[in-house]
């Protein structure tokens, strides 16, 4: 995946951080409706930002084991985010555009709906993810083992979700 830079005013990045706001996400969104993109084309763009950041989470496990831990959440969320717009979930997406960003609870209620379609084992892995982001992210208590073992999830949420995405996109 290729990326683009940008600079943002630290004041309005600043801002948005204290708010609780995900800068990538709101530039995402904000992107999505000002463009009026297709719902895919956002769908297609949370694909590939799971994949980066899984990529870039298991080159840091042995390096740098919180920033592995933060960067393996992150794509669980864009996994998470992915499909529950290809799910069409309404309701929690209105919900989420209406706030301007998602929340734990939102992630955690879209989660159950998709294990609801893809099987208990997708939940399962979303819990990990959140484990990850708070225990070994947050926290700082995960080793580089530690970190490593929780990898086959996060890796079968972003494998699952390219074959359901690419199979009925």
């Known amino acids: 995946m290729s990326t ?3 600079e943002i005013p630290r004041t309005l990045y600043e801002k948005a951080v204290r708010g609780g ?3 990538e996400d709101l530039i995402l969104i904000a992107l999505s409706n000002a463009l009026k993109l297709d719902p895919e084309v956002t769908i297609k763009a949370r694909l590939e930002l799971a994949i980066k950041y899984l990529d870039e989470g298991k080159g840091l496990i042995d390096r740098d084991p919180v920033q592995a831990s933060e960067k393996l959440y992150k794509a669980a969320e864009e996994v998470v985010k992915a499909l529950a717009q290809h799910y069409g979930l309404e309701d929690l997406l209105a919900r989420v555009n209406e706030r301007g960003r ?3 609870t939102d992630l955690a209620k879209a989660a ?7 099987g208990k084992w997708f939940e399962e892995a979303w819990d990990t993810a959140n484990y990850l982001h708070v225990w070994g992210f947050h926290e700082a208590k995960l080793d580089a083992e530690l970190v490593r073992r929780r990898l086959p999830e996060v890796e079968k949420m972003v494998q699952e979700a390219q074959k359901e995405l690419t199979n009925q996109g």
Do not use: C, G, K, Q
């Open 4 to 6: 683009v830079t940008i």
């Open 102 to 104: 998602w929340t734990v």
């Open 112 to 118: 159950a709906m998709i294990a609801d379609r893809l």
């Open 21 to 23: 706001y995900d800068i």
